[in-house]
Structure formats: structure tokens, C-alpha cells
Nanobody, 115 residues
Framework: QVQLVESGGGLVQPGESLRLTCTFS????????VGWYRQTPGIERELVAD???????SYGSPVKGRFRIDRDVNKKTVSLQMNNLEPEDTAVYYC?????????WGQGTQVTVSP
């Protein structure tokens, strides 16, 4: 059974940075596509960034050039470095891990960007 725990959310001002970390518990970490999604009230959950088991990275259009995802295979973590944050980045950020046998979600962490 896979468990995902997010950390690193908080309140920041526009232009500042935050780093989110997702810690994966379970087996076969490198067989999963692991990434970050975000959701605001009334809006469908959207992809922020993810990384495949083979290391291929995808970014959602709103964050390209500002956010960076990376993975530590030894620690079984996937982190999201968020730079130059904007108020529009305010959302609950969820870690997701998926492969053919399952689709798992963390509990979410709040990111608020406000002056």
C-alpha cells in the first residue's frame, strides 16, 4: 500500500519561493509516475508537474519556467521548488503517485500567496 505525505506549504508574498516535498511510503517507487496537482474551490484539479519512473518531466503551462520538480530515489521523495510565486498559485497542492496497479493521493498542503 502506498502512502504519500506532503510538507512545505504555507503563506508567502508574491515573488517569494516555497519548496514542497512529497514522501512516498511503499515499494517500487521508481515504477510510479509521481507528481503534484493543485486545486482551488470551483476549479478542476490541475497538473502542476510530474516525473515518470524513467525520469521524464512534465509541467503545467501556468508554472513553466517558475517551478521545478525533482526526485530523490534514495529518500523516495519528490519535491517541487516554486519560485516567483503569484497570487494565482494559491491552492491546495496534492501529491499523486500512479501506475498500472493504482492511483494514490496525499492529504494536500495549502499554499497561499498574498501581499
Amino acid at each position: 500500500q502506498v502512502q504519500l505525505v506532503e510538507s512545505g506549504g504555507g503563506l508567502v508574498q508574491p515573488g517569494e519561493s516555497l519548496r514542497l516535498t512529497c514522501t512516498f511510503s511503499g515499494s517500487f517507487f521508481t515504477t510510479y509516475r509521481v507528481g503534484w496537482y493543485r486545486q482551488t474551490p470551483g476549479i478542476e484539479r490541475e497538473l502542476v508537474a510530474d516525473i515518470s519512473g524513467g525520469g521524464t518531466i512534465s509541467y503545467g503551462s501556468p508554472v513553466k519556467g517558475r517551478f521545478r520538480i525533482d526526485r530523490d530515489v534514495n529518500k523516495k521523495t519528490v519535491s517541487l521548488q516554486m519560485n516567483n510565486l503569484e497570487p494565482e498559485d494559491t491552492a491546495v497542492y496534492y501529491c499523486n503517485a500512479r501506475h498500472h496497479a493504482g492511483d494514490f493521493w496525499g492529504q494536500g498542503t495549502q499554499v497561499t500567496v498574498s501581499p
